[in-house]
């Protein structure tokens, strides 16, 4: 029985010891010269939080997609932000639909023509969807 005590110990004592030869990684230095993996396009359209210019291209499809909704008179530009959105209903999900959970950049506009306000949500196309909540 001693003999299995001493002979436990000893292998414990030997395989505690062959690790601790070896030096210790610096975990604050990278392990790895490849850059870090994107998920997304870098870049946001404009810092969030700050007003956003609207592109031509998008407002035109505001101004397009209005008329179509029989929507007359001039669209006046309240907000224009640039936003993450964290799914593909680009932060106005409908009742029913699923909705890719992916971070979207994108663009929220709110315009109001003759006291009504629409709410348009982009993502990465110019293709423009009218918040209706």
């Given amino acids: 029985m ?3 005590l001493i002979a436990a110990g000893a292998l ?7 690790c601790s030869g070896a030096p210790m990684a610096d975990s604050t230095q990278p392990t790895s010269s490849r850059p870090p993996f994107q998920t997304t396009t870098p870049g946001p359209v404009t810092t969030p939080g700050v007003p956003a210019e609207v592109p031509t291209m998008r407002w035109d499809a505001i101004v397009a997609d209005l008329s179509e909704r029989g929507v007359m008179g001039t669209p006046e530009l309240v907000e224009a932000r640039a936003v993450t959105w964290n799914s593909s209903a680009l932060g106005c999900p409908k009742p029913g639909m699923s909705y890719t959970q992916a971070l979207v950049d994108g663009m929220q506009v709110i315009v109001t023509v003759d006291g009504a ?3 348009y949500r982009f993502g990465r196309t110019d293709s423009p969807k009218l918040c209706e909540r």
């Fill in 2 to 4: 001693a003999r299995t």
């Fill in 117 to 119: 306000r629409y709410d």
């Fill in 12 to 18: 414990l004592l030997l395989s505690l010891t062959a």
